[in-house]
Nanobody
Framework: QGLLEESGGGLVQAGGSLRLSCVRSRSNFRGSAMAWYRQAPGKQREWVASISKSGKLNYASFVNGRFTMTRDIAKDTVFLQMNNLKPDDTAVYLC???????????????WGQGTQVTVSP
């Protein structure tokens, strides 16, 4: 499944924007399904968005049109554009490589290390 590395996190004021990236390397499954999750302190990890192998996008209800997930298959990279950020969006954001050989996204055991997003009031 390769290695996953997230970047793009940081500190932003409420209402601001960030663009996260997740680069996968050393994988034989370029273009397979991928997903973004987040985990806030003291809370369980929660799914944010996913993209299937065929490009179908799904978002958690709390996204409410504020986030957009895209990908660059040639670079084996997925992105998460986050707009109108809120303090409740503060979390470590992680990407997950979906199980290969499926079109739809199914969580695998391959995770990146995460990137911290902090939204101040």
């Amino acid at each position: 499944q390769g290695l996953l590395e997230e970047s793009g996190g940081g500190l932003v004021q409420a209402g601001g924007s960030l663009r996260l990236s997740c680069v996968r390397s050393r994988s034989n499954f370029r273009g397979s399904a991928m997903a973004w999750y987040r985990q806030a302190p003291g809370k369980q990890r929660e799914w944010v968005a996913s993209i299937s192998k065929s490009g179908k996008l799904n978002y958690a209800s709390f996204v409410n049109g504020r986030f957009t997930m895209t990908r660059d298959i040639a670079k084996d990279t997925v992105f998460l554009q986050m707009n109108n950020l809120k303090p409740d969006d503060t979390a470590v954001y992680l990407c997950n490589a979906g199980r290969p050989f499926y079109d739809d996204y199914y969580q695998s055991t391959y995770w990146g290390q995460g990137t911290q997003v902090t939204v101040s009031p």
